[in-house]
């Protein structure tokens, strides 16, 4: 009788832990998602993070303050995020330039070290600009200029970052440019405003009132098509170079969160990318994009192939 009593006691104190843990989970999130970017603040990887971050917050019923650690290409925060507690509390906000990383062979961190969540945002486009007072006017002569006059003009590109891979393909297809690391892109914006670079890589929302006020000219755009923005600059591939990027932004949860925690976020994401009109009308207005999602797989399938297409440019 006595056995019998303290076999219930325990199976009642392992029952009541059971639905103890099932109201965690349920009640979750219960307070703040700390949300990391691995740029500065000012650029679009750190714009793109704090318009979601705001829209989220009324969905989750949480906080989600963006923390910025800087350094090493992004490797610095993401390794950060991959060391944290997998309990659903730390995110990392990244793009496609961790898979340059990767591919560059910088750091050993895959997609497989992460949960992700999906493809959330995508940018209008990344341009090539130069100052108002450059005396290229076009592509093509910026690029006879650099072949002719190796490693004298400079050109923006972050370690490990897109802009040094684009960079890389650029100088592969017969220019000599000389890289130049300023940082994110709140960097390379200041550095090309300023004249202490000849050339620079900006995302088309970032660079376009400094366009429309004749500060800057574009020269190209990197993406597959035309920009909605500056319809009439030619893409790299219409030039004749087989080069485009596009960056898409996702989330990487730590390896292991749990999967219920996942689906809430994503679920919330979803909600506001499909049905905020604040959210649209601030991307928008801020960097030319549109609202973008691509579920969990979609997006997993995708960023391996586009791994796969930068691992086949020789650095």
Do not use: C
């Amino acid at each position: 009788m006595q056995r019998r009593t303290v076999l219930a006691s325990v199976f009642g104190a392992l029952a009541a832990m059971a639905i103890g843990q099932t109201a965690m989970a349920d009640d979750w999130p219960s307070r703040p998602i700390q949300v990391i970017v691995p740029f500065g603040a000012g650029g679009d990887t750190d714009f793109n993070a704090r318009a979601l971050a705001k829209y989220l917050e009324p969905e989750l019923g949480v906080s989600l303050p963006v923390i910025n650690v800087t350094g090493a290409g992004g490797t610095v925060a993401a390794r950060q995020v991959m060391g944290a507690k997998a309990d659903g509390q730390t995110v990392l906000f990244f793009h496609t330039t961790f898979l340059t990383s990767q591919a560059l062979g910088i750091t050993d961190l895959t997609l497989d070290d992460y949960e992700v969540t999906g493809i959330v945002a995508q940018e209008d486009g990344n341009v090539i600009v130069v100052p108002a007072d450059s005396p290229y006017q076009t592509m093509e002569e910026l690029m006879a200029a650099s072949t002719a006059n190796p490693g004298e003009i400079d050109l923006t590109a972050n370690t490990g970052a897109m802009t040094y891979l684009v960079g890389t393909q650029l100088n592969n297809a017969g220019a000599a440019f000389n890289f130049v690391d300023v940082g994110g892109a709140s960097g390379r914006l200041t550095a090309v405003l300023g004249g202490n670079v000849d050339v620079s890589f900006n995302p088309v929302g970032q660079v376009k009132p400094y366009v429309d006020s004749g500060d800057l000219r574009v020269l190209a755009t990197i993406s597959n098509e035309r920009t909605t923005s500056l319809p009439d600059v030619p893409t790299l591939t219409d030039l004749g170079y087989d080069i485009t990027f596009r960056a898409e932004f996702f989330y990487l949860f730590p390896k292991g969160t749990p999967q219920d925690r996942i689906d809430i976020f994503s679920s919330a994401i979803q909600n506001v990318i499909a049905n905020s009109g604040g959210y649209a009308d601030e991307i928008q207005k801020a960097y030319s994009q549109k609202p973008y999602y691509l579920g969990r797989e979609e997006s997993r399938e995708h960023l391996d192939a586009v791994l796969e297409r930068m691992k086949q440019v020789k650095f």
